[in-house]
């Protein structure tokens, strides 16, 4: 079963936009909440991540909001420009009886910013 | 440094041949992985090594094997190749603890006529 869902699977966004990336999860083991960033033809590369103890990180325009009632996490691009263009990735990891401290993806998003 | 290396580049087999995709770092991390990526599916583990000599079954392990050769290679190997297997292949490395950054490599292209 997919552990993480991310929506939506593609995303056009006008340049200056906001960008907004959603994912849910159901394992409530998880703690730890890496976004990957991954341009055509390369490895994704961590973006930014955060940890249940807080609601919100900001790292330059990019922000993850994180609501841990709703068992739910979402990525911000403010500004979004064309260079931002790449597929999303929101991941999930954490220790319990059905996770062994590996990564759980969701299914990415394509982001494309338009000039 | 090359950070993670990954042979081939691009691989075309048809089903039933074997072959083997070999993975190095140069990071020094004890932890390393192999993920296949597919449309609309996210990275999907296959293997993962949490340290050398250990090698363990991650989401999709059917039809491959791994080897952890010593603390910088990893490789996995497809022993039948299906048209199933077609897809693009990742290896990353991590060291410590599990909140720790992954480093991906740049992928191999594999179609499996």
């Known amino acids: 079963q997919q552990q993480v869902k991310q929506s939506p699977q593609s995303l056009i966004v006008q340049k200056g936009g906001i960008s907004i990336i959603n994912c849910a999860y159901e394992n409530t083991a998880f703690d730890y909440f890496p976004w990957y960033q991954q341009f055509p033809g390369k490895g994704p590369a961590l973006l930014i991540a955060?940890?249940?103890?807080?609601s919100e990180k900001k790292e330059g325009r990019f922000t993850i909001s994180f609501n841990k009632s709703a068992k739910q996490f979402s990525l911000h691009i403010m500004d979004s420009q064309p260079g931002d263009s790449a597929t999303y990735f929101c991941?999930?990891?954490?220790?319990?009886?059905?996770?062994?401290?590996?990564?759980?993806f969701g299914q990415g998003t394509t982001l494309q910013v338009k000039p | 440094n090359a950070g993670v290396t990954q042979t081939p580049k691009f691989q075309v087999l048809k089903t039933g041949q074997s072959m083997t995709l070999q993975c190095a770092q140069d990071?020094?991390?004890?932890?390393m992985y192999w993920y296949r990526q597919d449309p609309g599916m996210g990275l999907r583990l296959i293997y993962y090594s949490a340290s050398e000599g250990t090698t363990d079954k991650g989401e999709v392990p059917n039809g491959y094997n791994v080897s952890r050769l010593n603390k910088r290679e990893f490789s996995l190997r497809l022993e039948s190749a299906a048209p199933s297997q077609t897809s693009v292949y990742f290896c990353a490395t991590k060291q410590g603890s599990s909140y720790n950054e992954q480093f991906f490599g740049p992928g191999t292209r594999l179609t499996v006529l």
């Open positions: 955060i940890r249940p103890d807080v």
């Open positions: 991941a999930a990891v954490g220790y319990g009886s059905s996770n062994t401290g590996k990564l759980i």
């Open positions: 990071m020094n991390h004890n932890s």
